[in-house]
């Protein structure tokens, strides 16, 4: 029977995930995006070239909620020659920005989504990982710059993504025996629709962050996307417990810190 190469990406029909759902397309035979909300995807999907759409499947699935995830799990291994290469966890998001508007509701939920999350998701999958032939298999956990370092508000969002990178190594760690591989990646600001309340609220906020990007300018959603691509890739084999931030250089440093000594006009 031929192998089906499966991905499987959560938060899958968002921005970010739809387009690590098109680059990794380019190596995996089926892409399944488990999401909350699939309609939103619908015409973005359509509007893929047919050799990609052809290859995604959508699930409605809550990813905070362990037994929708393993019906998730069933679903997808019953596929005719399933085969699990490749799990993104994508889904996350946040509205508090923070601790003086923080509840402890918003706390758990924010910690739910943004971490507690991706563990109920690898412990979903991670036999079906095990298990798998495949000679290259590996977990992605999306986390954000938020994750390193912690100057841009959102804290239980920052506290979950910094807890994600840590997690990621805990895998890296006792999963590497099995040939599973385990790697971050670490977006700074993304256009995306994650960004839609704060635009709402103050529609110069892109061209207001860009002077903290030393590139001067955000990150695109294919910039993010291709460095999934290569983690999950033949050609990061030997990568294993990494966070690789996507950042522009954003959490290198901060340059208008430099620029206030007023000691260098090349800063
Ligand atoms: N956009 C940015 O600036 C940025 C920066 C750093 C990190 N990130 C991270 O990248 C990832 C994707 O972000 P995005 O900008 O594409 O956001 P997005 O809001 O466009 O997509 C997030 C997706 O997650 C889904 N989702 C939310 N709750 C869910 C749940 N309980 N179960 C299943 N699906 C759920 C949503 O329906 C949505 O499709 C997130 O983890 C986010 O934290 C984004």
């Known amino acids: 029977m031929d192998r089906l190469s499966i991905a499987v990406i959560t938060g899958g029909t968002g921005d970010i995930g739809l387009a690590i759902a098109r680059h990794l397309a380019r190596t995996h035979s089926e892409i399944v995006l488990l999401d909350i909300d699939l309609d939103k995807s619908r015409q973005s999907v359509l509007n893929f070239p047919p050799e990609i759409s052809k290859k995604i499947t959508g699930i409605t699935c809550d990813v905070t909620d362990p037994s929708a995830l393993s019906q998730a799990v069933d679903t997808i291994l019953s596929m005719k020659g399933a085969s699990l290469k490749t799990l993104v966890n994508n889904a996350g998001g946040t509205r508090v920005a923070s601790l003086h508007e923080m509840t402890p509701s918003a706390w758990k939920a924010e910690i739910s989504l943004n971490l507690d999350a991706a563990y109920f998701c690898f412990n979903a999958f991670a036999d079906a990982l095990k298990?798998?032939?495949?000679?290259?298999?590996?977990?992605?956990?999306?986390?954000?710059?938020?994750?390193?370092?912690?100057?841009?508000?959102?804290p239980a969002y920052s506290t979950a993504k910094a807890g994600l990178i840590h997690f990621t190594r805990t895998i890296a760690l006792e999963y590497g025996k099995y040939g599973i591989r385990a790697n971050v990646v670490a977006p700074g600001t993304v256009m995306t629709d994650a960004w839609k309340v704060k635009m709402?609220?103050?529609?110069?906020?892109?061209?207001?962050?860009?002077?903290w990007y030393p590139l001067g300018r955000l990150v695109e959603v294919d910039e993010v996307a291709s460095?999934?691509?290569?983690?999950?890739?033949?050609?990061?084999?030997g990568i294993n417990g990494v966070c690789l931030p996507v950042d522009g250089g954003l959490t290198a440093g901060m340059p208008p810190v430099a620029r206030s000594f007023g000691v260098s006009e090349h800063l």
């Not at 709402?200 to 002077?211: A, T």
């Open 227 to 237: 460095v999934v691509a290569f983690l999950a890739s033949e050609h990061a084999t």
């Open 131 to 154: 298990q798998s032939p495949e000679p290259c298999k590996s977990v992605i956990n999306i986390s954000s710059a938020n994750g390193i370092l912690g100057t841009f508000g959102n």
């Open 200 to 211: 709402e609220s103050n529609p110069n906020v892109f061209e207001n962050l860009k002077k």
